[in-house]
């Protein structure tokens, strides 16, 4: 299809995995009653806290989250991005920071583990350290659906673009990239550099986020945002929890892509490819 209504759900979730869900399936109904043919959450979607609770509320794929999503998306017929939640992973004490991707028949048809882990220390600000608690994932992804080539990556992987050139080559032209970016980051870094990713690489990039204070003292920027292969922002989401929804065009983006050919002067017999 040449066009088709994508949506991003911004959430203010909190350790509390039930009320969680709950609150996802309201956003999730209300995309698919906005006419959205495929629906994305934001980063661990499913419970935001201290590590303990990560720990706690980590889940077995196919799991809790995972059939919730599956019923979702054959309820409504829809695709249904899982934004990300932990899940268990071989290294003792840790999970995997993992979208999972369902079908309008309610299969699994992808998973991605979040590559690049926010181990970050800014004086007077709150010091990060994800790998104390997560595992790093070790491949990149990109999916089919009938709406046309998908690409994942989730919250800090935003700040190496190599990883979204890799996925547009590899044929995305959407690129989700669900989210909990810090406030004191976010409002000077987010809207730069998703704007960049989309106008370099020429890619629709659907940015669910956070939003708000959560459990374990982070402050989410949201800002949920659905940015154009010009770098045109679409819609972005007002300071609360709610949908936004867009309208992807290809033929807009093959138009794009033939007046300012960038993906095609590139000097690969110079600097390679990326990675």
Not at 109 to 118: N, Q, S, T, V, W
Not at 200 to 206: A, L, R, S
Request: proline fraction near 4%.
């Amino acid at each position: 299809m040449s066009t088709f209504r994508i949506a991003a759900c911004q959430m203010n979730s909190q350790n509390d995995k039930a009320a969680n869900l709950r609150r996802a399936g309201e956003l999730i109904d209300e995309a698919a009653a906005l006419g959205a043919q495929m629906v994305g959450l934001p980063e661990m979607f499913n419970m935001l806290g201290e590590r303990e609770d990560s720990l706690r509320g980590a889940e077995d794929i196919p799991g809790e989250t995972s059939e919730f999503l599956a019923a979702k998306a054959r309820q409504h017929g829809i695709y249904v991005h899982g934004g990300s939640i932990p899940v268990r992973a071989d290294e003792p004490n840790k999970v995997l920071n993992s979208t999972l991707i369902f079908d309008p028949a309610g299969q699994m048809i992808a998973r991605y583990d979040k590559l690049h882990l926010f181990d970050i220390h800014i004086e007077g600000q709150k010091t990060y350290k994800e790998s104390d608690a997560i595992a790093a994932g070790n491949k990149m992804v990109t999916f089919e659906t009938d709406h046309g080539n998908v690409g994942l990556s989730i919250c800090y992987d935003i700040r190496f673009p190599e990883l979204f050139r890799a996925l547009t080559l590899n044929g995305a032209r959407v690129i989700f990239l669900p989210a909990a970016f810090t406030l004191y980051t976010g409002k000077d870094h987010w809207e730069t550099l998703i704007r960049a990713r989309a106008i370099e690489n020429q890619v629709y990039m659907v940015c669910p986020a956070q939003i708000g204070v959560h459990g374990n003292g982070r402050f989410c920027y949201g800002s949920s945002m659905i940015v154009d292969p010009w770098g045109t922002v679409l819609t972005r989401a007002p300071e609360r929890e709610g949908v936004i929804v867009a309208d992807i065009a290809y033929n807009a983006q093959d138009k794009i892509r033939q007046e300012l050919p960038s993906l095609m002067h590139r000097r690969t017999d110079i600097y390679g490819q990326p990675g």
